[in-house]
């Protein structure tokens, strides 16, 4: 069984920066990804993350950046640029059986953590 605990959320003004934390435990696992969700609407893909390679959506490219420290199983969002519009909960996602082209999909995702607010006021 993996958990998978994030840190880092909080208050920030526009244009500011934040950096969230995952910590993956019980095993590793191949896959690991960011996805966020806004009040009222559905829960979005951030970026993920396996084996070194790495993909983020649009709307973040450029400003978030996704990485991991394989050491420590510990997963990374550093997000610069920050805009209202990115206020939202992140939750870390982790797969150890996740095909490349199903990777932006919440469902394909067997670990899952609590969430973390991220708040951007203008």
């Known amino acids: 069984q993996v958990q998978l605990v994030e840190s880092g959320g909080g208050l920030v003004q526009a244009g500011g920066s934040l950096r969230l934390s995952c910590a993956a435990t019980?095993?590793?696992?191949?896959?690991m990804a960011w996805f966020r969700q806004a009040p009222g609407k559905e829960r979005e893909f951030v970026a993920a993350?396996?084996?070194?390679?790495?993909i983020h959506a649009d709307s973040v490219k450029g400003r978030f950046t996704i990485s991991r420290r394989s050491a420590d199983n510990t997963v990374y969002l550093q997000m610069n640029s920050l805009k209202p519009e990115d206020t939202a909960v992140y939750y870390c996602?982790?797969?150890?059986?996740?095909?490349?082209?199903?990777?932006?999909?919440?469902?394909?995702?067997?670990?899952w953590g609590q969430g973390t607010q991220v708040t951007v006021s203008s």
């Open positions: 019980g095993r590793t696992v191949s896959t």
């Open positions: 993350i396996r084996r070194g390679n790495s």
């Open positions: 996602a982790a797969d150890d059986r996740m095909i490349w082209g199903l990777i932006q999909i919440a469902t394909h995702y067997d670990y």
